[in-house]
């Protein structure tokens, strides 16, 4: 559970191209609209609830943090998470639910619906379930959670603790051990003792042979991932810390993870004020740990409190979070916790770094059909050498080279392209939300000089180099190198994926059957094989 939340928080057919928009000639340039601005589209419509692909409760509830787990004796991938409900009618605060997949194209709600609910008690411990994981021993599987309650200062115990329920089967009921001694952070160590313990993550550490279980705390006014081990889930000794990013640390180092791939060991943890993902790597499960070679993210602020989840049968990696809301379903709404899982698979590269890609059966799923693109306007600036490109060369003083093209009247799609530049002095990308050509318009750009691929709400007018990003993420680039480019979209959730590396997940909720295109400023860039595709 993240602490930003609590109570108080906030197919378009060929027949329907009309003559202007018709291509006659590709490689002729064709005329741009005088006034492009009447045929587009830019109001954002009211926000769906017909997810699959990007899954939320079958309620409407938003996913909040996720505990993925493979059950090796069933072979099955299940995605614990703490469900967006606090003081419902239920009376239940941030309750485990969970949806099992074999694909990560098709989740099933598990049947038993609630798996650990809150307690009721103004001073129960666990008054609110937060993050956590499950470890299975002898056929019983152990979740280990976090015991969160705002009534602590008047109750005679801390705000947040680790405590244990446990249940038959992965995908039953779990009940509360009250048993289980509830851990608490270590006393007179400067640890903050009254909140900031939380998210416990265990796993079998293969040196040791025993159980280690990692925790997101503070001390001395810094984040800080500390460690506890047990050879029976039951009994558990502090250790010390095992992750101080020191000077550089975070405020807090929200939802750690440790797991290796191969004889590379992982730790893995979430920005609470940036919001960002980060990796570190090691050769031992004890450290020491250091930044990878290459970028430390591999997606933007848009997906939180992700984590992984290994295939022990098919050696598969996925990276699983969740994409935020804002209120009242606006972009310029407040920050909203919880929203709709996003999943990428994860892959090592020879050097031990991770990038992330497109899952393959979402793929397989979003290219089933080819939707035609029905063009507005394009300006002189953006020619087309062939049926396939467009090469937009976007002058150095004037209006940016763009093509324009009618809404995409689908639920979920993927644009596809390879882009590649010359030179630029600005940017290139595409636009979403277009209500004209050349300011006002969301993109989704390619910043050469900043090495780094963003999401900006911000008009064109006002967009300088040190604007700050609704969401960005690392992405080296080189002139004339071809780069892949796939946007999966499904209503308000938008993922780009570029070139198997990195992705960039967001809430965007003027992209969904507005106008779109793609756009170059003060930039020379290539747009080849621009396609859009459908199930």
């Not at 048993?179 to 400067?190: E, M, R, W």
């Not at 040791?208 to 000794?237: F, P």
């Not at 919001?275 to 070679?293: D, E, I, M, Q, V």
Request: charged residues 15%.
């Amino acid at each position: 559970m993240t602490s930003s939340h609590l109570p108080g928080r906030v197919f378009l057919a060929a027949g329907l191209l009309l003559s202007a928009c018709q291509e006659k000639d590709p490689a002729k340039p064709q005329p741009p609209v005088t006034d492009p601005s009447k045929n587009l589209v830019c109001t954002p419509g009211a926000e769906r609830s017909d997810y699959s692909i990007f899954p939320k409760v079958g309620d409407g509830a938003g996913v909040g943090d996720v505990m993925p787990y493979f059950d090796a004796a069933s072979g099955s991938m299940y995605i614990y998470y703490l469900k967006d409900v606090w003081n419902d009618a239920t009376n239940q605060r941030h309750p485990w639910y969970g949806f099992q997949t074999a694909d990560f194209r098709q989740y099933t709600e598990l049947p038993a619906g609630e798996l650990l609910a809150s307690a009721s008690g103004d001073c129960a411990q666990d008054r609110a379930i937060g993050t956590g994981s499950v470890q299975e021993l002898g056929g019983t599987y152990y979740a280990f959670y976090t015991g969160h309650n705002p009534n602590a200062a008047n109750c005679g115990h801390r705000k947040e603790g680790i405590m244990l329920a446990t249940a038959p089967g992965p995908a039953q009921k779990f009940t509360k051990n009250p048993a289980f001694t509830t851990l608490y952070v270590p006393k007179g160590q400067g640890f903050d003792e009254n909140d900031n313990f939380r998210d416990p993550y265990v796993y079998l550490n293969d040196e040791t042979k025993q159980y280690d279980m990692l925790v997101a705390a503070r001390q001395h006014n810094r984040g800080v991932v500390i460690k506890y081990t047990s050879a029976d889930l039951l009994t558990w000794s502090y250790q010390g810390i095992l992750y101080d990013g020191g000077a550089s640390s975070c405020v807090m180092l929200e939802c750690p993870q440790l797991f290796n791939i191969g004889s590379t060991y992982y730790l893995t943890f979430s920005d609470i004020t940036t919001r960002n993902f980060y990796y570190r790597k090691s050769l031992s499960p004890s450290g020491p740990w250091s930044p990878p070679a290459g970028a430390e993210r591999v997606d933007g602020s848009g997906l939180y409190a992700a984590k992984v989840l290994n295939n022990t049968t098919t050696g598969k990696h996925y990276l699983i979070g969740w994409v935020n809301r804002y209120q009242n379903h606006q972009d310029g709404g407040s920050w909203w916790w919880g929203g709709n899982l996003v999943t990428h698979e994860l892959v090592q590269t020879a050097n031990g770094d991770l990038t992330v890609q497109l899952v393959p059966a979402l793929r397989t799923y979003l290219e089933a059909q080819t939707e035609p693109l029905v063009r507005v306007s394009r300006t002189a600036t953006a020619s087309r050498p062939d049926s396939s490109t467009y090469v937009l060369a976007g002058p150095a003083t004037g209006p940016l080279a763009h093509v324009l093209f009618k809404p995409l009247n689908l639920t979920r799609y993927k644009i596809s392209a390879t882009v590649s530049y010359t030179d630029a002095a600005n940017d290139f990308g595409f636009m979403l939300g277009a209500c004209d050509g050349t300011n006002e318009f969301y993109s989704l750009r390619f910043v050469p000089s900043q090495n780094r691929f963003s999401f900006d709400r911000t008009n064109r007018n006002s967009l300088a180099p040190g604007t700050s990003a609704v969401a960005d993420v690392p992405f080296p680039l080189q002139p004339n190198t071809d780069y892949t480019v796939d946007i999966v979209q499904e209503n308000s959730v938008v993922v780009v994926y570029l070139n198997g590396v990195a992705a960039l997940s967001s809430r965007i909720y003027k992209a969904p059957r507005t106008s779109w295109g793609i756009f170059a400023d003060k930039s020379t860039a290539t747009f080849r094989h621009l396609t859009v595709t459908k199930p």
